[in-house]
Structures are given as structure tokens and as C-alpha cells.
């Protein structure tokens, strides 16, 4: 019966390029009227990019292939455009104005106003209707801030609603929710449904997609690699994995014979507390150790708490209330300050190297020495020729691309940005290095370099923690797995046990039940 | 590469280190054309020996404040209160040695300390309680104004003693007398030219031996060159006044001890990488909290300096001392070059700012033009040199 009828949204052989990267490549994907539809993959798989494009924030032009919406072929340059037709998506970091009110924030940009004059009495009267709809018992004149993730999700909602919306997107809207809170979202959709509206629903969580979706379609490698209808076959969360995984390991990753010695950092009953929300229980009792030699992969999904951790575990650059133990060789060390971690040997690379990484308005040699400055310097007073022959040593070791050690930061690709951040911290001496997405967005080539540096680190005896949201990327380097989720290990594998299937279904099994 | 095509080159070379550089002369010459604009319009008063010393004196202070103010900036962070500040240590030491009669020297220790204390007081609440300094510094920039009044219970107090009105009017004396030249500037000046080009000199075989000397060889003469010819001609310029004034000394002191701080000490490079990204640098080990606090135990000590100067140089501690100085001494650090969102500027960039403006101020001054008209065009001059240095920054990506 549904296969007679008009698909609401068709994308057509969208295929979209980044500079080195192909993001996706010839997807499809066919929305029917009233209908949930999910769309799975990795971290990676092209989800976001796709909504992107179908959104109007990738304009058109700047991709190839046809987006037919309501039978009429549509080129949105902004997201204006795409809301104008009805489209609307919700993002995973909510976009609503913490100090306004629910009424201010629905009606933002399209306030019931007169000649600039706001109607307030009909605001509230419109967002009292638009909240009983989206079924949220608050007054209107409540502000967001004082709102639960799970309502404020709610007040996006009915904005879309009073937007008109035909076709609702979902990013990941129910990580950050709870149980009870989630159950009352995807009930919601399915009344919309009821009301002839379809929503693409993006999410990890597999048995939400069992129990909403209408069909489902699994992106990998920014391709489209299936569209299963869940009314017409029997679909089992495993044949979703399979499919979202399976993908064949070629040699991406140079070989590696390990040597592993004796367990150098040991970390027990590691908690931390969100740094703004005291109440809110991040990382739990958390227990972990790496042995000299070994790369210790941490899997997870976005979100599962490994940044934090890793922050929290580096002088706590992270967090609050923090608690735990850390061993270093065998010694109780005190990790409380940055300058502490550096001395008992950790070193942290970061997963944002522009943020927290770089000086990018300073150039490469400055930027190599600047965790280790008394390294080139005595009595405070720099040595400029020593702090350059440091700086070149390491643009040789890891073949760092540029015109000269006096190049700005900011000029280098991503993978040459990464292997600065990673000079930076070698020479800092440690004997633990953290890296946190050593390889996020670096091409392919340079990916290959940077696995080829963590290989020769750990031969000379270093332990090094890489956490990585592409699990390829870990099966292909590390030689023990744990699985982070929702704050907590999950569970701990060797690499040659481990397979992603098995990582995901941990994740997938770990979802905490309501409380 | 190889000897031919270095030498095939060279041209190319010199005009592409040139260009890379241009920002950095573009100050000076700015200066230059300024000065030589005056030098006409005022009929050939500006470069007159009493009319150098007096440029001198009066610019002092601000460029002494602008150093400190370099760093604040520099680290991302901004002073209002220098004005004020220097003021009241003005009217402190004034109570201190004219009310209360103790020892200049004594007095001048403890000012000092005070003004530091003051800077780490506002650094305290910007560097481990995160309130903005704009905020911190603009309630110390009223505090401190008001404190002025009080303590000089809004009258003005005066003369100082002999002692130490020779911070600020007293010259190094001269110990061989030729007539009305002073040998002493002119000897003092030649050293002083003769051991930075030396330095030069050795840093550029230094980078030789290494092979990393950038600068091509005609602009590294010509530079010395100029250099020389500035610092003699400046130095007899002076001698056929009275000679060096003391303040010139503490200033040239601290300039150089700034130029050093900045570009060869691991606190120096801090303050940068903190301006640039203070994120960053944190997760880098660097106490950032304890730097800025120290970046502004610094302002705080040099805006007493400029108290004391300027308190010198009047001979009496006025509650209107230090007004709008803050003004002047965060448009020379603007005008030099540094930028607002920290991590950028340069200590030789903030006193040529300073002496742009000083020089204005003083040219103007003998033209006749009136305080009103100065204010606009000071204004004007603020807002089209960062005009020009986004314009060209923004044009250089």
C-alpha cells in the first residue's frame, strides 16, 4: 500500500567532496509521507553531511546529485530555504537562547509582531497550543535554562511545529536523554506521524529504530548500503550492524610487532563530575591500565565520556569532584595540576587541535617547544638556536609539510596541524601519551603517518592510550580495547578477539535502563 | 640549493624580505615622516636640541606605561586603571615626602612596591576569578582617581625635594666640559650605538654559521647604518643641550629590558602563546592563572614609576594628575601594532606608537593648534593605523 504512494523527499546520487575526502558518494534516500525513517552508521558515515546538503547548509552547487521535495526539484542555498519549504532539523547541540523564555524562543525570527511591536497575548496564546500539542505542561514564560535536555528537546520541536513543518530531522535526539524522557520523544513522532508528518531519525541507539522506525537506511563510508522497510521483513539488529560495519580491513595500518612490558599508568575508581553541573555523574568508577609497549585502544560512540575522561585524568583539565587513583610505575603519582601530570609523565594530545592544541597565529617552532620551554632554555632565557634544531628535529622525525619551521600553524593541513600537537608533546618526554581522534580529519595518506609514529612510540617503550571513534582505526592499531559508554567501561578486549561487532554490540547492550 | 642560482636570486630576494617586512618598518617611517612634517611646519623648531629633551620628558611616561600595557595586551587583557593609578602614587609620595618629610629614596622604594601591590590587587580578580579586566580596571580607574583626592584631600602638594625632582629635570652630569657640547651624551651615545651593533653583528654571524640568515645582506648594513646614524645624531642632538636626562636612562633601561623579556625569555614567549591561545597554553603546562597575575604586578609597578615621573617633572602632586593617561598609553600599544585579541605586538612597536604621539602632541602644540583640534586628530590617527594594519593583515590571507 505505502509503495504507491509519492515519496515526500527524494536525494538522488548526492555526492559531496571535501578537499582529500569524499563524504559521500552517489547516497539516496527516499522519505515517504507520514512516515519515521531511520538513518544509522558509524561516527564518520556521512549522516550529518547528508542532512547538511538536504538542509541548505552545504548550498546547492557545492554538491552533485537532485533533492526532489513534494514532487518539485528543490535548491536550497540556505537553511531558510529548506525551513521556508517545510524541512526542519534539530541538532544534537540544541539551538534555542538559554536566557529567553519558550515563547521567545519558539517565535524567534518569527515573532507575532506588528511593525516590530511584539503581540505578546498572542505569542503566549500560540506557544500555550504549540506546547499542550508537543504535550510539555510548562508555562510559556519559563526560561529554557531552567528546562531538563528532555523538554528543551520539546520547545524545538514545537518551534518547528509552528514553523509548519512537513519533514522533521532528528540528530541524535535522545543521547543526552534518559529512558522516560526518550519514550515520550519517539511517542511524540509517532503522533506526528499520525498527523502526516515524516521525521528522519538519526541515532546510535538500535532498539529506538526498532521500535519507531518505518524503514531505515544505513550509511557507510558515505554510501548509501541499504534501505530496509521493517513492516514488510523481519529486521534483527544484527543484520543493522552487519550492515553498518562491514566493511573488509585492508592494510590501512603498517604492521606491528608489540613488545609489551611492564603496566605503567594504572588508574582505579576514576569519577568526575560535570565541571558546570555538580550533580551530573560523567565518568563512573572508571578502572584502566597501560603497559609499557602496548597502544590501548578506547572505543565508543560520540558523547560515551572518553574525552572527558582523558581530560579529567591529565591535571584535571576536566570536571569536578574528582576522585580515583593513579599509579605510575608502580608509584602512587599526583596527576592534580597539569604542570603535576606533565612531571609524572603523561602527556595529552587533543581531539581539537585548534582549540586546545595550536597557537595558531604562532608559527611551528614556537609551537613544538611550548610544553617544554626550560628544555631549550637556562636560567629563563631561550636559546634560539637550540629551541631551532628541536623544532627541525622533529619536522624531519615526522615529516612535517611545510615551508620552513617559521611557518604559521594556522597555513598547515590537518595532518601536518597533528603532527605539530604531537612534536609538542614528545618532546615534553613523556612516558604515557594520550591521544584523543589522533586522526580526525586527516586524509588518508597522513592517517597512514600518523599510526606508522604511534608504532615507533610504542617501540621505544612508550604506553600509549589512543581513543577513537572509528573502530577500524582502533582494530587496526591498538592491542587491547576497552569500550566506554555513557560514562562507564563497558567492556575490555584483546584486539585479537575483538571485532566491531562485538564493540558495538557492548555499546548496545550497555544503554542504562531507567532509573 | 646551490651557490648560482642563491646569487641569480638576490634581487628578487631583497624585494620579497622587504615585502615581508614592510609592517614592521612602516612604523618607523611613519614616525620619520611625521617628525620631518613638523620639522617643516613648525619652521625648524622640532629637532631643536631644547625641543628633543622636551619630547623626551614628556613622553616618558607614557612610554614607560605603554611596556607594561604591551604585555596586558599582549596577554589578551586591557588596563584602565594606569591613569589613576600613577596618579595617586603621585599624590602618595607627595604626602609621603613634602607632609610627612621622609627619605626621597625610602619613598620612592615603598611607592613602587605600592603601585605592585595595586597591579596585583585588579590581577588577582582577573587572573583566578576570571572577571574581565575591562571591569576590574575600569572600578580600580574610579577607586584610584578617588583615593587621589583623598589622599591629597583635594589640594595640590608640593614642591618636592631637591632629590628627587632629579628623576625627572636632572641631566647625567657632564665630566669633561667642552663649552656648551656635552661630551659625556656624545660618548654615552656612541657606546651605546657601538654595543647594538655589535650585538647585531654577532647574532648575524651567529645565524651565518648556520645558514639560516634571512635578511639579505644590503638591507642588514643599511639597517645598522640607520640605526647609527640615529642613535649619534640623536645623542649630539642632545649633547649641545644639557645633555642625557636621567629619565631617558630609566626609559632606555627598561626598553631594552622589555625588548629582552619579550623576545628571549620562556616568560616572554608564555605571555605570547597565552595571548594566542590561552586554552592552549594551559593544557601546556603553563600556570596561565599565575603569568597574568604577574603580567599585572608589572603594570602596576610601572604606572607607579610614571607617577613618580610625572610628579617629579610638575614638582607637585595634583589630584589631576595621570588623567587620560590610559588613554595614550593604550593608543600608542594599538598604534604599534598590537592587536585586541591578544598574542600579537611588539615592545619596539608600543614606543614608537608612543613617540607618534608625542611627537603630534609636541608638533601641534608649537603650531598652535588647539587642544580641541589635537584630540581629533590624535583620534583620527588611532583609528587609521589599526585601519591600516587589519586592512593589510586581512589582505595578506
Known amino acids: 500500500m505505502r509503495a504507491l504512494t509519492e515519496p515526500i523527499l527524494e536525494m538522488r546520487g548526492i555526492t559531496k567532496t571535501f578537499p582529500g575526502v569524499n563524504a559521500l558518494t552517489d547516497v539516496n534516500l527516499a522519505i515517504l509521507p507520514a512516515e519515521i525513517h531511520a538513518?544509522?552508521?558509524?561516527?564518520?558515515?556521512?549522516k550529518s553531511t547528508l542532512m547538511?546538503?538536504?538542509?541548505?547548509?552545504?548550498?546547492?552547487?557545492?554538491?552533485?546529485?537532485?533533492?526532489?521535495?513534494?514532487?518539485?526539484?528543490?535548491?536550497?542555498?540556505?537553511?531558510?530555504?529548506?525551513?521556508?519549504?517545510?524541512?526542519?532539523i534539530i541538532h544534537q547541540e540544541l539551538a534555542l537562547v538559554p536566557l529567553l523564555s519558550i515563547a521567545e524562543n519558539i517565535f524567534l525570527g518569527h515573532e507575532t509582531a506588528k511593525r516590530g511591536v511584539i503581540d505578546w497575548f498572542e505569542a503566549l496564546r500560540r506557544a500555550a497550543e504549540l506546547l499542550k500539542k508537543v504535550g510539555l505542561k510548562e508555562h510559556p514564560n519559563t526560561l529554557i535554562t531552567d528546562l531538563g535536555t528532555g523538554k528543551q528537546q520539546l520547545v524545538e520541536i514545537a518551534?518547528?511545529?509552528?514553523?509548519?513543518?512537513?519533514?522533521?530531522?532528528?540528530?541524535?535526539?535522545?543521547?543526552?536523554?534518559?529512558?522516560?524522557?526518550?519514550?515520550?520523544?519517539?511517542?511524540?513522532?509517532?503522533?506526528?506521524?499520525?498527523?502526516?508528518?515524516?521525521?528522519?531519525?538519526?541515532?546510535?541507539?538500535?532498539?529506538?529504530?526498532?521500535?519507531?522506525?518505518?524503514?531505515?537506511?544505513?550509511?557507510?563510508?558515505?554510501?548509501?548500503?541499504?534501505?530496509?522497510?521493517?513492516?514488510?521483513?523481519?529486521?534483527?539488529?544484527?543484520?543493522?550492524?552487519k550492515a553498518m560495519v562491514g566493511r573488509e580491513l585492508t592494510d590501512r595500518y603498517p604492521p606491528r610487532a608489540a613488545k609489551i612490558g611492564e603496566t605503567i599508568l594504572e588508574v582505579k575508581d576514576?569519577?568526575?563530575?560535570?565541571?558546570?553541573?555538580?550533580?551530573?555523574?560523567?565518568?563512573?568508577?572508571?578502572?584502566?591500565?597501560?603497559?609499557?609497549?602496548?597502544?590501548?585502544?578506547?572505543?565508543?560512540?560520540?558523547?560515551?565520556?572518553?574525552?572527558?575522561?582523558?581530560?579529567?585524568?591529565?591535571?584535571?583539565a576536566y570536571g569536578q569532584k574528582i576522585s580515583g587513583e593513579v599509579?605510575?610505575?608502580?608509584?602512587?603519582?599526583?596527576?592534580?595540576?597539569?604542570?603535576?601530570?606533565?612531571?609524572?609523565?603523561?602527556?595529552?594530545?587533543?581531539?581539537?587541535?585548534?582549540?586546545?592544541?595550536?597557537?595558531?597565529?604562532?608559527?611551528?617552532?614556537?609551537?613544538?617547544?611550548?610544553?617544554?620551554l626550560d628544555g631549550v632554555a637556562s636560567k629563563g632565557v631561550i636559546d634560539d638556536l637550540k629551541e631551532l634544531k628541536v623544532a627541525n628535529k622533529y619536522r624531519k622525525d615526522l615529516a612535517i609539510r611545510c615551508s620552513g619551521v617559521y611557518q604559521t600553524t594556522v597555513n598547515l593541513s590537518g595532518g601536518n596541524q597533528q603532527k605539530v600537537v604531537l612534536?609538542?608533546?614528545?618532546?615534553?618526554?613523556?612516558?604515557?601519551?594520550?591521544?584523543?581522534?589522533?586522526?580526525?580529519?586527516?586524509d588518508v595518506g597522513a592517517k597512514y603517518e600518523i599510526y606508522a609514529i604511534i608504532n615507533a612510540l610504542a617501540e621505544a617503550g612508550k604506553a600509549i592510550v589512543v581513543i577513537s571513534s572509528e573502530m577500524p582505526e582502533l582494530l587496526g592499531i591498538s592491542d587491547r580495547i576497552y569500550v566506554m559508554n555513557e560514562g562507564r567501561f563497558v567492556a575490555e578486549m584483546p584486539t585479537k578477539e575483538a571485532s566491531q561487532e562485538r564493540i558495538m554490540r557492548a555499546i548496545m547492550n550497555s544503554w542504562e535502563k531507567p532509573r | 640549493m646551490s651557490e648560482i642560482t642563491a646569487q641569480?636570486?638576490?634581487?628578487?630576494?631583497?624585494?620579497?624580505?622587504?615585502?615581508?617586512?614592510?609592517?614592521?618598518?612602516?612604523?618607523?617611517?611613519?614616525?620619520?615622516?611625521?617628525?620631518?612634517?613638523?620639522?617643516?611646519?613648525?619652521?625648524?623648531?622640532?629637532?631643536?636640541?631644547?625641543?628633543?629633551?622636551?619630547?623626551?620628558?614628556?613622553?616618558?611616561?607614557?612610554?614607560?606605561?605603554?611596556?607594561?600595557?604591551?604585555?596586558i595586551i599582549v596577554a589578551g587583557h586591557i588596563d584602565l586603571s594606569v591613569g589613576s593609578v600613577s596618579g595617586f602614587i603621585g599624590a602618595v609620595a607627595a604626602v609621603m615626602m613634602v607632609s610627612w618629610k621622609l627619605d626621597p629614596f625610602l619613598s620612592v622604594i615603598v611607592c613602587l612596591l605600592l603601585g605592585a601591590a595595586i597591579g596585583g590587587l585588579q590581577g588577582f580578580f582577573v587572573a583566578y576569578h576570571k572577571i574581565p579586566a575591562f571591569i576590574v580596571t575600569l572600578a580600580g580607574m574610579l577607586i584610584f582617581k578617588g583615593l587621589a583626592l583623598t589622599v591629597l584631600g583635594g589640594a595640590s602638594v608640593g614642591p618636592f625635594p631637591r632629590e628627587f625632582q632629579l628623576l625627572s629635570s636632572g641631566f647625567i652630569p657632564d665630566l669633561f666640559s667642552v663649552g656648551l657640547f656635552n661630551v659625556t651624551a656624545m660618548v654615552i651615545g656612541t657606546l651605546v650605538t657601538a654595543i647594538i651593533i655589535y650585538f647585531n653583528y654577532r647574532k648575524r654571524l651567529n645565524q651565518q654559521a648556520h645558514g639560516l640568515a634571512?635578511?639579505?645582506?644590503?638591507?642588514?648594513?643599511?639597517?645598522?647604518?640607520?640605526?647609527?646614524?640615529?642613535?649619534?645624531?640623536?645623542?649630539?642632538?642632545?649633547?649641545?643641550?644639557?645633555?642625557?636626562?636621567?629619565?631617558?636612562?630609566?626609559?632606555?633601561?627598561?626598553?631594552?629590558?622589555?625588548?629582552?623579556?619579550?623576545?628571549?625569555?620562556?616568560?616572554?614567549?608564555?605571555?605570547?602563546?597565552?595571548?594566542?591561545?590561552?586554552?592552549?597554553?594551559?593544557?601546556?603546562?603553563?600556570?596561565?592563572?599565575?603569568?597574568?597575575?604577574?603580567?599585572?604586578?608589572?603594570?602596576?609597578?610601572?604606572?607607579?614609576?610614571?607617577?613618580?615621573?610625572?610628579?617629579?617633572?610638575?614638582?607637585?602632586?595634583?589630584?589631576?594628575?595621570?588623567?587620560?593617561?590610559?588613554?595614550?598609553?593604550?593608543?600608542?600599544?594599538?598604534?604599534?601594532?598590537?592587536?585586541?585579541?591578544?598574542?600579537?605586538?611588539?615592545?619596539?612597536?608600543?614606543?614608537?606608537?608612543?613617540?607618534?604621539?608625542?611627537?603630534?602632541?609636541?608638533?601641534?602644540?608649537?603650531?598652535?593648534?588647539?587642544?580641541?583640534?589635537?584630540?581629533?586628530?590624535?583620534?583620527?590617527?588611532?583609528?587609521?593605523?589599526?585601519?591600516?594594519?587589519?586592512?593589510?593583515?586581512?589582505?595578506?590571507?
Not at chain 1, 538513518?39 to 556521512?46: I, L, R
Not at chain 1, 538536504?54 to 529548506?82: N, Q
Not at chain 1, 568508577?285 to 565520556?305: D, T
Open chain 1, 423 to 442: 612534536s609538542k608533546w614528545l618532546f615534553s618526554g613523556p612516558d604515557v601519551l594520550i591521544l584523543d581522534e589522533p586522526t580526525r580529519g586527516i
Open chain 1, 39 to 46: 538513518v544509522v552508521g558509524e561516527n564518520g558515515a556521512g
Open chain 1, 52 to 88: 547538511k546538503v538536504l538542509s541548505g547548509v552545504y548550498p546547492h552547487g557545492t554538491y552533485d546529485g537532485e533533492i526532489m521535495f513534494e514532487g518539485a526539484s528543490r535548491k536550497f542555498t540556505t537553511i531558510s530555504d529548506s525551513e521556508t519549504a517545510g524541512i526542519i
Open chain 2, 8 to 71: 641569480s636570486e638576490a634581487k628578487p630576494d631583497i624585494l620579497r624580505f622587504v615585502k615581508a617586512h614592510i609592517r614592521d618598518y612602516a612604523l618607523l617611517l611613519s614616525l620619520l615622516a611625521i617628525m620631518i612634517f613638523f620639522q617643516f611646519t613648525t619652521n625648524g623648531t622640532l629637532f631643536m636640541p631644547v625641543n628633543m629633551t622636551n619630547i623626551i620628558l614628556q613622553n616618558s611616561y607614557i612610554v614607560i606605561m605603554a611596556l607594561g600595557m604591551l604585555l
Open chain 2, 214 to 397: 634571512e635578511e639579505p645582506d644590503v638591507i642588514f648594513y643599511g639597517r645598522n647604518i640607520l640605526i647609527a646614524i640615529a642613535f649619534l645624531g640623536f645623542s649630539f642632538l642632545m649633547a649641545r643641550y644639557k645633555g642625557l636626562p636621567n629619565v631617558l636612562i630609566v626609559m632606555f633601561a627598561l626598553i631594552a629590558l622589555f625588548v629582552f623579556v619579550t623576545t628571549n625569555t620562556t616568560m616572554g614567549r608564555r605571555i605570547y602563546a597565552m595571548g594566542g591561545n590561552e586554552k592552549a597554553t594551559k593544557l601546556s603546562g603553563i600556570d596561565t592563572e599565575k603569568l597574568t597575575f604577574l603580567i599585572f604586578v608589572i603594570m602596576g609597578a610601572l604606572a607607579a614609576l610614571a607617577g613618580l615621573i610625572f610628579a617629579a617633572r610638575l614638582n607637585v602632586a595634583t589630584p589631576k594628575a595621570g588623567l587620560g593617561f590610559e588613554l595614550d598609553v593604550i593608543a600608542a600599544c594599538f598604534i604599534g601594532g598590537a592587536a585586541t585579541t591578544g598574542g600579537v605586538g611588539k615592545v619596539i612597536g608600543a614606543v614608537i606608537g608612543a613617540f607618534i604621539m608625542g611627537v603630534m602632541n609636541n608638533g601641534m602644540s608649537i603650531m598652535g593648534i588647539g587642544i580641541d583640534w589635537q584630540q581629533v586628530i590624535k583620534g583620527a590617527v588611532l583609528m587609521l593605523a589599526v585601519f591600516l594594519d587589519v586592512y593589510y593583515k586581512n589582505k595578506a590571507r
Open chain 1, 159 to 241: 518551534k518547528a511545529l509552528n514553523k509548519k513543518v512537513k519533514l522533521l530531522i532528528l540528530d541524535e535526539p535522545t543521547s543526552s536523554l534518559n529512558e522516560t524522557d526518550s519514550n515520550k520523544l519517539l511517542s511524540l513522532l509517532q503522533e506526528l506521524k499520525a498527523h502526516g508528518i515524516s521525521s528522519i531519525l538519526i541515532t546510535h541507539k538500535l532498539n529506538e529504530v526498532m521500535k519507531v522506525a518505518d524503514r531505515i537506511t544505513i550509511l557507510r563510508d558515505g554510501r548509501t548500503v541499504d534501505t530496509l522497510d521493517t513492516s514488510t521483513a523481519k529486521v534483527s539488529e544484527d543484520r543493522i550492524i
Open chain 1, 327 to 372: 599509579t605510575i610505575h608502580g608509584k602512587k603519582a599526583d596527576v592534580s595540576t597539569i604542570p603535576k601530570a606533565m612531571a609524572a609523565g603523561l602527556a595529552y594530545v587533543t581531539e581539537d587541535r585548534k582549540t586546545y592544541g595550536l597557537v595558531l597565529i604562532d608559527h611551528i617552532k614556537h609551537n613544538v617547544t611550548l610544553a617544554n
Open chain 1, 270 to 316: 576514576w569519577n568526575v563530575f560535570h565541571p558546570l553541573h555538580a550533580d551530573r555523574h560523567l565518568i563512573r568508577n572508571v578502572s584502566f591500565s597501560a603497559r609499557k609497549g602496548e597502544v590501548v585502544g578506547i572505543a565508543g560512540l560520540m558523547g560515551a565520556g572518553r574525552t572527558e575522561f582523558a581530560m579529567s585524568l591529565f591535571g584535571r
